[in-house]
């Protein structure tokens, strides 16, 4: 049973498209849905097992780099796959979002629940913006988050009351 639902944003805001993972976040932060917890990360691989330890349901958005189109919107399944790291390689980490799930799984400490949604960055320059296809494709990516909550929520009977915010 769902009894902790988390949406991490992942990025760094001073890195042009680094910033969407961010930028979601902070959207659905703004909503204030009840019972749903939302953190923003630099993506450091530590950090982020720490954040997520006690959840059973992520759902964590970060930029992607995989030489698609900017703007276009990846969804994984951490439970049934593997993260491409080669897609979220850009990171200053060495330890970073690919290598803390890859850890996690490993040591049979992966949420029952994982979803990332990678959103393909183009520009990843200190002090730029989003670029225009990778802000266009915010609203969309939290669009879904709103549907996987409800989904997660309806599914198990999940009470706001039972979230460890």
């Known amino acids: 049973m769902v009894n902790q639902i988390l949406v991490i944003g992942v990025g760094n805001e001073f890195r042009g498209d680094d910033a969407v993972g961010i930028r979601v976040a902070r959207r659905l932060a703004e909503m204030a849905l009840p019972g749903i917890t939302v953190l ?37 399944d951490a439970q049934e796959t593997s993260l491409p790291a080669e897609h979220f390689s850009f990171s200053s980490h060495a330890f970073g979002v690919a290598e803390a799930i890859e850890m996690a799984r ?51 009977n999940y009470s706001p009351e039972q979230s460890n915010q």
Do not use: K
């Not at 097992?49 to 276009?72: K, R, Y």
């Open 40 to 76: 923003e990360q630099s993506g450091e691989g530590a950090d982020l097992m720490a954040a997520w330890e006690h959840a059973n349901a992520v759902l964590l958005i970060d930029a992607a780099q995989s030489g698609a189109e900017p703007g276009t919107i990846y969804r994984f």
């Open 106 to 156: 490993v040591l049979g400490n992966l949420p029952e629940h994982f979803v990332v949604y990678g959103i393909e960055g183009r520009n990843f320059r200190t002090g730029e913006g989003l670029c225009h296809a990778v802000e266009q494709s915010i609203e969309t990516v939290i669009q879904r988050l709103l549907n996987e909550i409800q989904q997660l929520t309806n599914a198990t």
